[in-house]
């Protein structure tokens, strides 16, 4: 059966850690495409982290980070990987400038 890939998450980081995308119940989240785009006037620094849905958020584990230069753009994933969550996993992010960095979270979930 073929995969149908679709918006996961989008919107905008914040300052501080918040949550962009959990994988819901019973699902298993294939994340392709993580994209951040920066519309602020200067760098920004986004780092990101994963929680496995077993642990607090204070125990999630740093994955990437990354200065994504002023109106440019950057995709976390290389192309062709893919990002493998389990039910209940978080992918937690942050910013230097809250409400300038755009993402947009892209994949499919199966059951």
Known sequence: ???TGKIL???QLSDSWAVI???QPNLTGFVKHFNVFNTNGSDETVEVRINSGNASPSEARM???AIVADDDWYNFLENGDTL???????IEAK???ADVCDYVITGVEQS
């Not at 969550?85 to 978080?90: K, V």
Request: aromatic share 14%; no cysteine.
């Open 84 to 90: 493998q969550l389990g039910p209940g996993a978080t």
């Open 63 to 65: 994955w990437r980070n």
């Open 1 to 3: 059966m073929p995969f």
């Open 9 to 11: 998450a989008d919107g």
């Open 95 to 97: 910013t230097t400038t």
């Open 21 to 23: 995308y959990e994988v």
